[in-house]
């Protein structure tokens, strides 16, 4: 009699294990929804950062029947790997390069990667990766440019993991020209208000960049981005002598112009009584003492009195000739 009891009860173990994980990875896949649909409908900063809260929730909970998990939608993908050490994670090796809006990215953790790590007793840790393509989420006071929009988190259940002596790697690939931008590896780190969502910093952090692609080595988990930046650098000598000279050249066919029309009105007493005419003669004029001025202002540099009284005019000029 008791070994059929202990037969019911261990049936009835197994079969509530083996309904249960499915109902699990099915909360990942409608978490994973939840927040597509959100995106897709404005990405309201505040919402939609809740539902990605609880889609972090719902990987760290979900049962995995094997030592990974891999879940691809168009705007986010989730990784979970329980054996991680050494491991490298390549998109290509799960995206579909033609049907996928993603880009390319990899990431790289070192062997050595738990030693200065003290994980709770007999509590599984787990590697979460999520890609997102939404830096609306992540917007800062500045409305900082990042690369593709591409946001990369990473974490270890619910540790707080800092100071590794072997950084993390993670590498964004791109296809843009980016000669004038300076690229920065940025993490993201939470603010304290409403008011105050977060920033991006770069502490901890290394940028390596190449030409199609961005290296970034950090000593922590989170949420990672490549910050774009206009460059300070001066422009390059050899485009910048051909382009002075097409806008002086510009500047001075459309000045002549506008002196030229002028002067025929000025001939013309026809069009004296002309109200319309007379608005456009004086739209002419304020454009040509507008290239005039700008003509001019190469040759005062020097002089900062007359170059701020040349400023002001070349101001006045611009907003008599805007409509």
């Known amino acids: 009699m008791d070994s059929r009891i202990c037969l019911c009860f261990f049936a009835c ?40 809260k609880n889609l972090e929730t719902a990987l760290l909970k979900v049962h995995l029947q ?3 998990l891999i879940t691809v939608h168009s705007n986010i993908q989730t990784l979970i790997y329980t054996k991680f050490e050494g491991l490298t994670i390549n998109s290509e090796d799960f995206l579909d390069p033609d049907a996928s ?7 790289y953790f070192p062997k050595r990667f738990l030693k200065n790590i003290q994980p709770t007793p007999a509590k599984e840790i787990r590697l979460i990766c999520i890609y997102l393509k939404a830096s609306c989420l992540f917007q800062d006071r500045q409305n900082s440019s990042l690369l593709s929009g591409d946001i990369i988190g990473l974490s ?4 707080s993991v800092t100071n590794l002596r072997e950084p993390v790697e993670i590498r964004f690939w791109h296809n843009y020209s980016l000669d004038n931008f300076s690229m920065t590896c940025v993490f993201w780190e939470e603010g304290t208000g409403k008011d105050n969502l977060g920033e991006w910093r770069t502490e901890g952090c ?3 960049a190449s030409q199609d692609s961005v290296l970034c080595q950090c000593n922590h988990l989170t949420y990672f ?25 510009g500047c001075g066919v459309s000045a002549s112009a506008c002196f030229i029309t002028i002067f025929l009105y000025l001939f013309t007493r026809k069009l004296y009584h002309d109200s319309t005419t007379k608005i456009h003669i004086n739209l002419l004029g304020a454009l040509f003492f507008l290239n005039v001025s700008f003509l001019s202002s190469k040759t005062l540099v020097d002089h900062l009195w007359w170059c701020s009284i040349l400023a002001a005019f070349l101001h006045y000029s611009l907003l008599c000739s805007s409509p």
């Not at 649909?37 to 309201?44: F, L, Q, T, V, Y």
């Not at 270890?156 to 540790?159: A, E, F, I, N, V």
């Open 101 to 107: 809006r993603q880009s390319r990215h990899s990431m």
């Open 206 to 208: 290394k940028t390596n």
């Open 225 to 249: 981005a490549v910050l774009l930046q206009l460059s300070s650098e001066p422009l390059d000598e050899k485009l910048l002598v051909p382009l002075t000279y097409l806008s002086d050249i």
């Open 13 to 52: 173990w197994v079969f509530v294990n083996s309904t249960s994980a499915p109902n699990k990875e099915v909360d990942v896949t409608a978490a994973m929804e939840n927040y597509e649909g959100h995106i897709d409908s404005g990405c309201a900063s505040n919402e939609t950062r809740k539902v990605l």
């Open 66 to 68: 094997r030592d990974n």
């Open 156 to 159: 270890l259940g619910d540790m």
